[in-house]
């Protein structure tokens, strides 16, 4: 190693050093732990949105239609994208006749 680059590998650790006890890379673990902190958050809730609230209302409308007999063979477990597919039918028909009422389009 020559003395020139020992003294630049010298002055990088000391610009390291500087940065780490001026708080910007403290600032940045801070921020990406939050990051990280977050994006699990968020997962949890969309999980639950979808697994729960989606499929449930899929299945008990599937269910309802069905006159009690879905849910009783392969078939939900064959077709979970059906479900889903109600699911998100009934609250778009929902959410648009609430819509439609509020707007006095509707009765």
Same mark, same amino acid.
């Given at each position: 190693? =020559?003395?020139?680059?020992?003294?630049?590998?010298?002055?990088?650790?000391?610009?390291?050093?500087?940065?780490?006890?001026?708080?910007?890379?403290?600032?940045?673990?801070?921020?990406?732990?939050?990051?990280?902190?977050? =994006?699990?958050?968020?997962?949890?809730?969309?999980?639950?949105?979808?697994?729960?609230?989606? @499929?449930?209302?899929?299945?008990?409308?599937? @269910?309802?239609?069905?006159?009690?007999?879905?849910?009783?063979?392969?078939? =939900?477990?064959?077709?979970?994208?059906? $479900?889903?597919? $109600?699911? @998100?039918?009934?609250?778009?028909?929902?959410?648009?006749?609430?819509?439609?009422?509020?707007?006095?389009?509707?009765?």
């Amino acid at each position: 190693m =020559t003395v020139p680059s020992a003294i630049l590998n010298v002055v990088r650790l000391r610009i390291v050093d500087v940065r780490l006890s001026n708080g910007l890379g403290r600032r940045h673990m801070e921020e990406e732990i939050k990051r990280g902190v977050l =994006t699990v958050i968020h997962w949890i809730v969309v999980v639950f949105i979808v697994q729960i609230l989606v @499929f449930g209302i899929g299945r008990v409308t599937l @269910f309802a239609f069905s006159g009690g007999r879905f849910g009783k063979d392969d078939w =939900t477990a064959a077709h979970q994208n059906w $479900t889903y597919f $109600t699911g @998100f039918a009934v609250i778009a028909l929902m959410w648009t006749l609430i819509a439609l009422y509020n707007n006095g389009l509707l009765w």
